[in-house]
């Protein structure tokens, strides 16, 4: 495989930092802003906020997973590089974009242990943009790439769960 095929290409306006983990550390950060400054109500009280550092724990190990099965493949992890291979297996055989949902659940995770109400509206609004920005035009470059093997594989697994 030549060197140039793994090089990032950029969406053209969007500087080569806006990359998903960014926008889950603004996520992370929004959330704790909004819990500090218009918390609203406590809704989740001790232990059970505990819970939400669990939950995180199992975000992360979901993100280990898929990340490591696309090291085995031997194919591109970042967002705008060219895939070599089609990854079908492990937590992709529930979801299309395990790295995504495991950055879903860390946020889950965090409000939760949070305990406010306000930390919840972030996530939504973390999936939404993570769909428009990257997901859509990864599965339209799947879909180049690999043709009716990803639409296959895009038909019997849904996007997020």
Known sequence: MASNEHEMTQIPGSPRLLIPPM???VALLLMAFLHYVVPLARIIQEPYRYAGGV?????????AWAALLFRRAGTAIHPFETSSALVTRGPY???RNPMYLGMAGVL??????????TPFIVIPAFMAIITERFILGEEARLEAAFGAPYLEFKSRVRRWL
């Not at 939950?55 to 993100?63: D, K, R």
């Open 23 to 25: 926008y889950f550390l």
């Open 55 to 63: 939950i995180m724990a199992l975000g992360l190990a979901l993100i």
């Open 93 to 95: 055989r529930f979801t």
């Open 108 to 117: 889950l995770g965090a409000a939760i242990l949070i305990g406010s109400i």
